[in-house]
Structure formats: C-alpha cells, structure tokens
C-alpha cells in the first residue's frame, strides 16, 4: 500500500481512541464495514453513522484529505488490501473460492476452506454476552418471530424447527405474511432478524423500526455492529464482512457464517433448558410417531 493508503487507515483506526462522538461513530463505521463501504453513497455512509455530509467531509480534513472522494478511496484501498491478506493467510477467497472449470475435488477443498474460515470468523467475532443474552430473549418471550428474506427465510424454517422440538414456537413468514403476524407483537415479544447487509429497507425487514417502538427484543444476526439493523437491535450477532456485493460469486461465506450463528442461538437455547427440553422433544417425536421419517426420530 501507498503512504496515502496506509495513513487513511491508520487515522480511522486512531480515531476510535481519541476524538469526540461523531468522528469516533465514523471511525468505527469504516473500520467495521472495510470494504463494503465501496457499494454505499456519502449519504447512506452519513445515515448509518448518525452524522451529516459535512461531518463526513470534517473527518476527511483531519486525516490530512481535501475532502470525502479522497479519503475514501484511499481508506477504500486500504481495506481490501488488508482484506486480501487476511484471506490470503487463511488461503481461502470467499468471492472467487474456485474458477470455472474447477474438478469436483477443487470445488469441494474450496468450500471446506471457507466453512472453516467462516468457523473461525465467528469465534473470533460473536459476542458471548450477546449470545447468552439473545437466547435468554428467545427462550423467556411469549412469542418469537423470525425475519428474513430468501435464503434466510429458509435458514429461519431450520431454525424454528429446532425450537419447535424444544417446546418454544417461532413463526417465519413470507414477506408479504409478516405485517399482521408482527402487529400482534408487543413487549416481552422477541423477534430474530438475519440481514448480512443490515439494510432494513424492504419487508419484511422494514418492520423493525415499528417492533422497537412496542419494545419488542429484536436479536439481528447481521455482518457488522454499525449498519441500520444492528443500531435498532436490542442484541446483535455479528461477523466480519468479506464478500463483496458485485465481485462474489455465490454466497458461501455469508450463508456458512449465517447458519453457524443460527446453530449457536439454537444451542445456547438448548444450554438454558437442557433437560426440559430433552424431555420435551423426546416427548414431541413419540407423539409425533410415524408423521416423521425414522432417521429424524433418531436424532
């Protein structure tokens, strides 16, 4: 990396130590996002850190810049570097993980290598804290909500199948299901949100503003602690983003780190009600009888 590069970083880094509330806000903004800030304008950038465009342009002055364009594409430059060599080190590309016309035994080393990165990405990064605490939200609420969109909808099916047989009901509904089912949530309500972009924009995630506001715990499951969803959650599990929106060419990363973060809810529900929850499930399979195939029954 260039000097200029390398000093966009290193005043970023500096600034989550020792300025004031908003420099400090977007400090932690870029350095939490990296990279993905490449795909947000100067005014998403503003909205997610609470700050104005000139704040923005502010901290571009201090770190040494004629204004925002600069800096950010220097700091741009400096994340994906530091980017690079964090996946290079873990020898796994979680955008390009193999090529095309890669044998079966590449694309199946590739996938291993990045089901192991997302592994490690997650120890290092969920909060065990968070994690208690989102599960306690989960197992004492009255009714428990799950939203996601595409492939997280289904993720929260798996997830709400593995409550069920704890004895806990949690309803996953399609986007355009999810208003009157919500609207019925009120505190001491939880709802679990997954967004790997944390853009509450669209439904069903767009009901999270109108959940918080009836004090229902929101539980976001998001790749960073600085985007739209995780400033509303009341706990948030997050993981560091690698992929890039245009360069990637599948969703490997963010779906392996997806359903782990799923599987450890799931567990630390299980941890707070160990036998009770045996029991009930053993309970729910026998009576479930042959509704079910026997190598579920087995389980």
């Known amino acids: 990396m260039e000097h200029n590069e390398t000093k966009a970083m290193a005043f970023a880094q500096e600034a989550t130590l020792g300025q004031p509330g908003s420099i400090k806000n977007v400090a932690e903004y870029l350095l939490a996002e990296g990279s993905g800030i490449g795909s947000q304008t100067m005014a998403q950038i503003a909205a997610h850190t609470y700050v104005s465009k000139p704040t923005l342009v502010r901290f571009a002055k201090m770190?040494?810049?004629?204004?925002?364009?600069?800096?950010?594409?220097?700091?741009?430059?400096?994340?994906?570097?530091?980017e690079r060599e964090r996946t290079r080190l873990a020898k796994v590309d979680v955008n390009r993980p193999f090529e095309g016309g890669s044998s079966g035994k590449q694309v199946a080393e590739a996938l291993a290598r990045i089901q192991h990165f997302a592994a490690?990405?997650?120890?290092?990064?969920?909060?065990?804290?968070?994690?208690?605490?989102?599960?306690?939200?989960?197992?004492?609420?009255?009714?428990?909500?799950?939203?996601?969109?595409?492939?997280?909808?289904?993720?929260?099916?798996?997830?709400?199948?593995?409550?069920?047989?704890?004895?806990v009901r949690c309803q996953v509904p399609a986007p355009d299901e999810a208003n009157p089912l919500a609207a019925r949530l009120n505190e001491g309500d939880c709802v679990v949100v997954v967004s790997y972009s944390g853009d509450i924009r669209h439904q069903p995630l767009d009901l999270v503003p109108h959940l918080r506001k009836r004090n229902v715990t929101v539980v976001a499951i998001t790749n960073s602690r600085q985007n739209?969803?995780?400033?509303?959650?009341?706990?948030?599990?997050?993981?560091?983003a690698h992929e890039h929106l245009h360069e990637k060419i599948g969703?490997?990363?963010?779906?392996?780190?997806?359903?782990?973060?799923?599987?450890?809810?799931?567990?630390?529900?299980?941890?707070?009600?160990?036998?009770?929850?045996?029991?009930?499930?053993?309970?729910?399979?026998?009576?479930?009888?042959?509704?079910?195939?026997?190598?579920?029954?087995?389980?």
């Open 63 to 82: 770190a040494g810049y004629a204004g925002w364009t600069a800096y950010r594409h220097d700091f741009l430059v400096a994340a994906r570097e530091a």
């Open 120 to 167: 490690d990405e997650i120890k290092r990064s969920v909060n065990p804290n968070e994690l208690e605490q989102s599960a306690r939200s989960i197992m004492d609420a009255q009714n428990v909500l799950f939203l996601g969109v595409m492939h997280n909808r289904y993720r929260g099916k798996i997830f709400s199948l593995d409550l069920a047989l704890m004895g």
């Open 228 to 240: 739209s969803l995780s400033s509303l959650a009341s706990h948030t599990l997050s993981f560091d």
């Open 251 to 299: 969703t490997f990363y963010s779906g392996a780190c997806t359903s782990i973060v799923l599987d450890l809810l799931q567990a630390s529900c299980l941890a707070l009600s160990y036998e009770p929850s045996i029991v009930k499930r053993q309970q729910i399979l026998k009576e479930a009888g042959d509704h079910i195939p026997r190598d579920f029954s087995r389980l």
